[in-house]
């Protein structure tokens, strides 16, 4: 078997909110759009949005996307951070900041409770060297 891609699919209330913040604060673009499901992409990353009520979806799993982080890896965090904060309507929940195991980054709240964390590696303090194989 060959994987010719992985993506997520967020299960969300309101699709079209959802696909504004990642067109308007990320820069995807739509590349198929039913309404009730809405691919975007940048570049060769993708990530879809569905209606969480969708037929498609078995009806004990119709939920919404509560307690996800998704992660966003970039080269230049601190250039997303600066356009992102230019914008009033997006709320950071956690500062920019380096982590010692290896990351700079911050986090937005993104649409119905999705947290999404923007992230640029770093070279790791020597007690997290280890972890990375």
């Not at 939920?63 to 601190?78: A, I, P, Q, R």
């Not at 950071?92 to 990351?103: S, T």
Request: proline letters at 7%.
């Amino acid at each position: 078997m060959a994987v010719t891609s992985v993506y997520p699919v967020l299960m969300v209330v309101d699709v079209p909110s959802a696909v504004d913040f990642f067109r308007e604060v990320l820069d995807f673009e739509t590349v198929f759009d039913a309404g009730w499901y809405i691919s975007l992409r940048r570049g060769p990353h993708e990530l879809a949005l569905l209606a969480h009520d969708h037929p498609t979806v078995p009806a004990e799993r119709r939920s919404t996307v509560s307690g996800v982080l998704l992660n966003v890896e970039v080269d230049d965090v601190d250039a997303v951070h600066r356009a992102v904060v230019a914008r009033s309507e997006v709320r950071l929940l956690a500062p920019l900041r380096d982590e010692d195991f290896g990351q700079r980054h911050f986090i937005l709240d993104g649409p119905e409770g999705l947290m999404v964390d923007v992230i640029q590696p770093i070279a790791p303090t020597a007690e997290f060297s280890a972890a990375y194989r």
